[in-house]
Antibody
Framework: QVQLQESGPGLVKPSETLSLTCTVS??????????WGWIRQPPGKGLEWIGS???????YYNPSVKSRVSISVDTSRNYFSLNLNSVTAADAAVYFC??????????????????WGQGTPVTVYS | QSVVTQPPSASGTPGQRVAISCSGS????????VYWYQQFPGMAPKVLIY???QRPSGVPDRFSGSKSGTSASLAISGLRSEDEADYYC???????????FGGGTKLTVL
């Protein structure tokens, strides 16, 4: 049973960089079957996909944050990370990391998030 | 504003059948699988339905999913108080090259 756990500062100042890590246990992050993603949820609002990374390091980002975000993976330590720079109050949210199970249909590979971390709240304060 | 839309709220009484709709476009629902997630306050979302209408093990058969064209629906029969939660539909979006979440529907059991 894979488990994911987010960690990182819960408070970030405006214009600074939000950095979070997701540690994966109970399974290897080095599998072509999975992608690894970040999703956020502002207080009282819905879920927003931020971006994902494959085991080989290919990254995919939501255009809404693409200019500010980077996701990396450390297969030797079985974790992946999120960096979001130039944060504003709009970036305050609960941040979830999740495992994306690949689905191949009509020659196209997509994925859906089948296992999630518990989420970590991030507050942007000045 | 999400490109996949859901009603913000739905309600029903115990034992009733409730359906939650999800509307998208040809770049997401129309061309890809739909997934449904259940989320309780303070908790991570959990997969309720995958591949349009498949239930993971452990999910009661009271929950069912369907898809037609660019719309999808989650039906809950025999509504129970413990079904009170937020429900999200998700589909891969070919334009986004990633998953797009519906805005979520808060289900209240009266």
């Amino acid at each position: 049973q894979v488990q994911l756990q987010e960690s990182g500062p819960g408070l970030v100042k405006p214009s600074e960089t939000l950095s979070l890590t997701c540690t994966v246990s109970g399974g290897s992050i080095s599998s072509s079957v999975y992608y690894w993603g970040w999703i956020r949820q502002p207080p009282g609002k819905g879920l927003e996909w931020i971006g994902s990374i494959s085991d080989s390091g290919n990254t995919y980002y939501n255009p809404s944050v693409k200019s500010r975000v980077s996701i990396s993976v450390d297969t030797s330590r079985n974790y992946f990370s999120l960096n979001l720079n130039s944060v504003t109050a709009a970036d305050a949210a609960v941040y979830f990391c999740a495992r994306g199970r690949t689905v191949r249909a009509s020659g196209v590979t997509t994925y859906f998030f089948d296992s999630w971390g518990q989420g970590t709240p991030v507050t942007v304060y000045s | 504003q999400s490109v996949v839309t859901q009603p913000p709220s739905a309600s029903g009484t115990p034992g009733q059948r409730v359906a939650i709709s999800c509307s998208g476009s040809s770049s997401n629902i129309g061309n890809n699988y739909v997934y449904w997630y259940q989320q309780f306050p303070g908790m991570a979302p959990k997969v309720l339905i995958y591949w349009n209408n498949q239930r993971p093990s452990g999910v009661p058969d009271r929950f069912s999913g369907s898809k037609s064209g660019t719309s999808a629906s989650l039906a809950i029969s025999g509504l129970r108080s413990e079904d009170e939660a937020d429900y999200y539909c998700v589909a891969w979006d070919d334009t986004l090259s990633g998953p797009v979440f519906g805005g979520g529907t808060k289900l209240t059991v009266l």
